[in-house]
């Protein structure tokens, strides 16, 4: 039988007010998973792959990553490119949380291995609802072990 582990989710969002509603709307959905913000791409890559010598994240620790793509230093595409393409990350779950619903860029997005692509809505409250749903949906997800 496949232990399970609690599963921290990594959300990569340079606007600190889309970070806080994103946060706020997860735990409004009864998400209590330790959420770690990182605030632009450059992090998430020395997150996940160390920067230099240093270690990078836990090794084991299972995530999710929540993922914007118009971020300062390293864009998203980027970070979502080298997660795809390097053995220790393909399996990390991305989802692409951002405003673009450009359909050439949802396509690029999949291409590059995103799990799921959600357009951020502009209004407030239907981003609200949007992260709430997300939250419902986390909820039912079981993300294997075996990755």
């Keep these: 039988m496949t232990e399970v582990r609690e599963v921290t989710i990594v959300l990569v969002e340079d606007d600190p007010g889309h970070a806080r509603l994103i946060e706020k709307n997860l735990r409004r959905s009864k998400i209590s998973n330790d959420i770690r913000i990182l605030r632009d791409g450059q992090e998430a890559l020395g997150y996940f792959f160390g920067n230099g010598g240093e270690p990078g994240r836990e090794r084991g620790l299972p995530l999710l990553v929540l993922l914007d793509l118009k971020l300062p230093k390293v864009d998203g595409y980027e970070v979502l490119e080298r997660m ?64």
């Design 84 to 147: 795809k393409a390097d053995e220790r990350t393909r399996r990390i779950p991305v989802v692409v949380l951002t405003t673009t619903d450009d359909v050439r860029e949802v396509q690029r997005c999949y291409n590059l291995g995103c799990n799921v692509y959600i357009t951020k809505p502009v209004d407030y409250e239907r981003f609200e609802k949007a992260v709430r749903n997300l939250g419902l949906f986390f909820a039912v997800v079981t993300l294997s072990e075996d990755r």
